[in-house]
């Protein structure tokens, strides 16, 4: 039994217990979070833990072409999972940085516009925290689950990841950067078997350097996809030969960016834009996402804006939580609702 499955009937109450007060006071606002705190009381579901990867510079053309044989884990999480190849990034960049910031915010880049205002890509101490850049207060999905009891850890193979910990240094139990992905994912695989954590993300890096290197979609980069796919297959294993995470998993599997030739620098290419995005776990319908989700529009192969609903990386956060039946990150903006269905015991907008 997990750590957050003992604590969240505990959460449950304070949660609750606050929302009688606050309905006899004067809490502004409250009333906007009801159903999300009464959908805890009831559907306490299977799932307690949430692993998210991200495969920096995925091109979902590569998964596509090396079919699979050269993708046999990725295409164990389509076959038997939700998913689509046509999600989106976020509209500003397709860097690195900004679209992970915005997996774990569920916000857009621009700070103006309510944004995390992280739009550089390196190892920069200024601004210091995401928080700085912002302007303005920003809570990752690590607050919300750190917040129910639950643990929290990131596993990156970049440097510049170390901003996450600077900006939610309490929330974020365990981080790890180690830029071999081989080293890094067997340090993964061991907190897995050894720790009971409610989410942790595993950033892998290496498609996103050979892309660099030889160029995005080339023979190199291909060859490189399939590698990370034998990294993402030791965790899948992890998971499913582990009578104490098997049944209780779900994965979310993403990109921060594409690519093709020489960069993914310009957000305005398909190439650069498209990333994977794919769920898989205990409950998770087997299903194109778009055909599960009519309230969400596939982008053909333009970008959509963020008035749009479209599926992005930076549902990430949102999607999370709501497998971990917590509530979304507060003024978050992609999937605040939670209303990306990837279950087969959500309630379906289609049939509603
Ligand atoms: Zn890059």
Redesign the pocket.
Known sequence: MSRLGVVLPALTLVLSGGLACAAASEAPDAAARPTTAERRIDTLGPIDTVVAISI??LNPNAITKLRKRGTPALHRLIRTGASTLNARTELELT??LPNHTGMVTGRRIEAATGGHGVTWNDDRRRPSTVQAAAGHEVESVFDVVHDAGGSTAYFASKTKFSLWERSWDEAIDTDVIIENNRRLTRRFVADLAGTTRSFRLLHLSAP?AA??DHGFMSPRYLETVTATDRLVGKVLRAISSSPTLSGHTAVILTSD?G?RGAS?RAPNRPANYTVPFMVWGPDVAVADLYDINPTYTDPGRTQSTYDDATIRNGDVANLALDLLELPAVTDSEHNVAQDLVTLTTDPNPAAG
Request: aromatic share 0%; glycine share 30%.
């Open positions: 920096d510079g860097d690195t996103d892309g660099h960016h690519g993914h």
